[in-house]
T-cell receptor, first 120, second 115 residues
Framework: GAVVSQHPSRVICKSGTSVKIECRSL??????MFWYRQFPKQSLMLMAT?????????EQGVEKDKFLINHASLTLSTLTVTSAHPEDSSFYIC????????????????FGPGTRLTVL | GNSVTQMEGPVTLSEEAFLTINCTYT??????LFWYVQYPGEGLQLLLK?????DKGSNKGFEATYRKETTSFHLEKGSVQVSDSAVYFC??????????????FGKGTLLTVNP
């Protein structure tokens, strides 16, 4: 099956520093990846849609300059949390969209295991 | 905008019990509906989906029927196992033709099945 990895799985950083999270599709190419944020006992909130070779599309209320997204290749998207603050502490999850054009169109998102960010 | 409301957990059942997790949605168009499952320490996995009204999605003994009249997509399983213990998310997509692009999720329901 399709596998998506995230690195690191857990990171603790000091306030004011920047943290980069990687999302990789290991056995398929993904022109579109998504970044979600999940608070405890809350649903996944879509932060942005990352398209290979172009600028990411951010959801309303998400600061573009704070959450930098780069989708430089068909298998890698990165999320950089800049000048992190304690309120940025959360669980960040990525997904990669796999489209297979066969007899019917199959279009599925495959999710990474998530990255727990703690900002002190 | 679109939204998904699902049953608050946690839900604790004994093995072989019947499971229902309620899910209702609000959407402006005709969304596709999904159930995702997250086992401990793993990423979300698609459990089942339905792309139009009256469709029934099924997988691993789980079923859910797309009910447009009640805007619901309740998850059911006749006999749960310990291995079904996980967090279950109901979701809908804005995409058309069954594409699961731009998902809106419910809050998730933690299911624990005891032997």
């Amino acid at each position: 099956g399709a596998v998506v990895s995230q690195h690191p799985s857990r990171v603790i950083c000091k306030s004011g520093t920047s943290v980069k999270i990687e999302c990789r599709s290991l056995d398929f190419q993904a022109t579109t990846m998504f970044w979600y944020r999940q608070f405890p006992k809350q649903s996944l909130m879509l932060m942005a849609t990352s398209n290979e070779g172009s600028k990411a599309t951010y959801e309303q209320g998400v600061e573009k300059d704070k959450f930098l997204i780069n989708h430089a290749s068909l298998t890698l998207s990165t999320l950089t949390v800049t000048s992190a603050h304690p309120e940025d502490s959360s669980f960040y999850i990525c997904s990669a969209r796999r489209t297979i054009l066969g007899r019917t169109l199959t279009d599925t998102q495959y999710f990474g295991p998530g990255t727990r960010l703690t900002v002190l | 905008g679109n939204s998904v409301t699902q049953m608050e957990g946690p839900v604790t059942l004994s093995e072989e019990a019947f499971l229902t997790i309620n899910c209702t949605y609000t959407a402006t168009g005709y969304p596709s509906l999904f159930w995702y499952v997250q086992y401990p320490g793993e990423g979300l996995q698609l459990l089942l989906k339905a792309t139009k009204a009256d469709d029934k999605g099924s997988n691993k003994g789980f079923e859910a029927t797309y009910r447009k009249e009640t805007t619901s997509f309740h998850l059911e399983k006749g006999s749960v196992q310990v291995s079904d213990s996980a967090v279950y998310f109901c979701a809908l997509s804005e995409g058309s033709g069954g594409s699961n692009y731009k998902l809106t999720f419910g809050k998730g329901t933690l299911l624990t099945v005891n032997p």
